[in-house]
């Protein structure tokens, strides 16, 4: 057998951002957001690089994960990638997992950090074969362009709190200013539509819900629907409705949406993809989710149910590789795929870049990302840009991306100085309503 670069050295840097007061069923996106970088060097001298959440689970599981690494060769990718899985390493790092802030992500789970490393050394064997990263999963390149949605929030007003948000700036695009402003009211949201669709061309959107009363947030997404009559726009709240309001608000926008986000969850001693299954049925709308089929187990019940259409298969929850596994699986059996988001950096722009490069067939639908919230904060030279609504695959080895180690630093010295290193949204909404807490079944602002 013939050798492979060896990987000499794995650091696990921790970086933080600036975000703004995004509305959630977790509550208020705080001023800053946190994320992990695995950056790895081979024996060839190249630099692979990997991005994942950033909860101190992660940052924990990754540096123990050190001495796993370091010494490996590129070529024992996928059985370094399964040892990582495995259930001894996972059960010690995955303790805290029930106390999240924000259920729907799970950003404390194990499989964030295995996602990171096999991102990194996948960015590193494809510059070894002098193949894009696209090329070394599942069925291969079959798009030059990944279509992305323009992903909408309703925005909080960070002047009501003493936290550190960026107010924006006057004088470039409306986007860089508005993104920084409450926008609370549905005139609001749709004006941060048209400013993000200005920039960055999108042509379908996604409206974060759980947030207003659901009537308000169906309002909204006609109001988007009016003024963007071809977009496909859809609502996620977060599976924060009854079954029986979801099947009351959806069957008023059947025809304006192309599928639904997690529309109900858990109740009465049903479980989230009994619940989905019957909204399903009761409704015909298409079923997306990032909630109740996020491993092979949940999605073989969820698919057995036939609770979803659409599994939104993030990169950081699968791995890249199993990710698009999923999206093989949803072009043999008519099922869509899709990718769920959370605040990120350049780097994960790039492995969700890939992932939808590699997704075989016609029904792939429009990526979640986060970036449109963070462009300007770069961690590579080029990041990838977002033009007419899609990310255009470079035509270089690897994940394609150079870390400018300049910015990284800047943006590690951030997460040293930042009190909150764990996401927890409950901080936020606090100055908007006195002692609030996080409810799974109550719109954020119904307290
Ligand atoms: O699709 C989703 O559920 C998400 O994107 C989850 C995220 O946590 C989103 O709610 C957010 O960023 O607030
Ligand atoms: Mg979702």
Redesign the pocket.
């Known amino acids: 057998m013939s050798d492979t670069p060896v990987i000499t050295q794995m650091r696990v840097i921790p970086v933080a951002g600036h975000d703004s007061m ?1 509305l ?3 509550g208020a ?1 705080n001023c800053y957001f946190t994320r992990v970088l695995v950056v790895l060097t081979d024996s060839l001298g190249h630099t692979g690089v990997g991005e994942s959440p950033g909860s101190t689970t992660v940052l924990n599981y990754l540096q123990a994960a050190i001495p796993q690494v370091e010494g490996q060769e590129l070529k024992r990718l996928n059985s370094l990638v399964t040892a990582l899985y495995t259930a001894k390493t996972r059960d010690a790092f995955s303790e805290v997992s029930d106390t999240i802030h ?1 259920p ?2 799970n950003p404390e789970k194990h499989y964030n950090a295995v996602a990171a490393i096999e991102a990194a050394m996948l960015d590193l064997l494809g510059q070894f074969l002098d193949l894009p990263v696209a090329e070394l999963l599942g069925p291969g390149k079959q798009r030059d362009q990944v279509p992305v949605l323009g992903y909408l929030f309703y925005i909080a007003d960070r002047t009501k709190t003493d936290m550190d948000y960026l107010p924006g700036s006057r004088g470039g695009h409306d986007w860089y200013h508005l993104r920084h402003q409450a926008a609370m009211d549905i005139d609001s949201v749709v004006r941060l539509a048209e400013a993000a669709q200005d920039l960055y061309g999108f042509k379908d959107f996604k409206l ?1 819900g759980g947030v207003h009363r659901g009537e308000y947030e169906i309002e909204t997404v006609k109001a988007l629907a009016h003024r963007f009559p071809q977009a496909r726009i859809t609502v ?1 709240p ?1 599976a924060c409705w009854s079954l029986e309001e979801a099947i009351a608000l959806g069957n008023q926008i059947k025809h304006l949406v192309p599928y639904i ?2 529309p109900c969850g858990a109740e009465h001693g049903f479980s989230g993809r009994e619940t989905l299954a019957e909204f399903r049925r009761a409704t015909n709308i298409p079923v997306a989710t ?2 109740i089929a996020n491993d092979w187990r949940q999605l073989r019940h969820a698919l057995e149910m036939n609770a979803i259409d659409i599994p ?1 298969a993030d990169p950081h929850f699968w791995t890249m590789k199993n990710a698009v596994a999923v999206a093989q699986l949803c072009d043999e059996w008519g099922l869509t795929m899709g990718c ?4 990120h950096f350049d780097v994960s722009l790039a492995m969700i870049t890939h992932l939808g490069a590699a997704a075989p067939g016609e029904r792939v639908t429009p990526f ?1 990302t ?1 970036w449109l919230w963070q462009d300007g904060q770069r961690l590579t030279r080029e990041p990838f840009k977002i033009v007419d609504g899609n990310i255009r695959l470079p035509d270089k080895p690897g994940l394609g991306i150079e870390l400018d180690m300049e910015q990284v630093e800047k943006s590690h010295q951030l997460y040293q100085r930042i009190p909150n290193k764990d996401r927890n949204d409950a901080v936020g909404m606090q100055y908007l309503i006195k002692d609030w807490r996080f409810n799974g079944k109550r719109p954020t602002l119904l307290r």
């Open positions: 995004l959630n069923i977790g996106h924000v729907q992500v974060k996620d977060n986000e997690d990032n909630m939104l769920h988001s959370n605040n979640d986060h």
